[in-house]
């Protein structure tokens, strides 16, 4: 009888930076589906799955969390080196995060003195980054926390050699389908049209304003959107400053032509 031939499974690493980790308990959260992933894929380094990872050649890498400190930078390039294919996953990983809301300001040895003092770091602190700032990025998984749905198709198609499909769009498209009443149209500030979708508008949809914690969307018409939340008596130092919090390193290049 012919012998069977064993199907090779694609390796796998979960990677962890500076961020809340959200985005890893999400995977491991989804009960219905991480036991299919573990089957389907050799999962060699996730250490809230697994307590000893093996660190050699992988055919997909995901990275959560900001390049914060000298150390993060060091594994990330590390990584890079051994991944076919690395992926961005949560707005941490694919903008920022919060911690790079004055990314780039001239202010952050200010601020990090501040917050510390004169002491002497075991890690060395860096301005909190995207990690494309540093490396090739292959994919990117928005969200904050990233969503099962998009996660999953995306894990799926790379584990069969496809392309993944990508989200362009906005946080309104979803709002529209959920039927929602648009809150712009009470002169509320939202940032849902600027904002990357993925969420099923879940703040719109309790009646709160998109915070826009998905990070930018890439066609986006900022311009526009500044002077309509203008025109509603908020400052356009005010929405500066509400649209940082999540929108890291990556909203710069935008707010260059406000």
Request: proline share 6%; aromatic share 8%.
């Amino acid at each position: 009888m012919p012998q069977k031939t064993e199907i090779k499974k694609p390796r796998i690493g979960v990677y962890g930076f500076t961020g809340c980790a959200g985005d890893q308990l999400l995977i491991i959260h989804t009960e219905d589906e991480i036991v299919n992933l573990f089957n389907a894929a050799d999962i060699k380094s996730f250490v809230m799955a697994s307590s000893n990872p093996e660190e050699g050649p992988l055919d997909v890498a995901f990275i959560e969390g900001s390049v914060s400190t000298e150390e993060n930078l060091h594994h990330l390039k590390e990584i890079r080196q051994r991944a076919k294919i690395l992926v961005a996953i949560g707005n941490c990983a694919v903008s920022g995060g919060p911690q790079a809301m004055y990314t780039e300001d001239g202010k952050y040895q200010e601020r990090l003195k501040t917050v510390y003092g004169d002491i002497k770091f075991d890690v060395e602190p860096l301005e909190a980054t995207p990690i494309d700032k540093h490396v090739t990025v292959d994919y990117y998984i928005p969200g904050c926390s990233i969503s099962q749905k998009q996660t999953f198709a995306t894990i799926t198609r790379l584990l069969h050699g496809a392309e993944p499909e990508p989200y362009p769009h906005p946080v309104c498209h979803e709002c529209k389908l959920n039927e929602n009443h648009c809150i712009l149209l009470d002169k509320k500030f939202c940032l849902g049209p600027l904002t990357m979708g993925g969420c099923d508008s879940a703040c719109i949809n309790h009646n709160r304003p998109c915070v826009g914690c998905w990070g930018p969307n890439y066609d986006a018409n900022f311009k526009e959107h500044f002077k309509l939340l203008q025109s509603f008596g908020i400052s356009k130092e005010e929405i500066v400053q509400r649209i940082r919090n999540y929108g890291g390193q990556k909203i710069l290049e935008y707010l260059k032509e406000m």
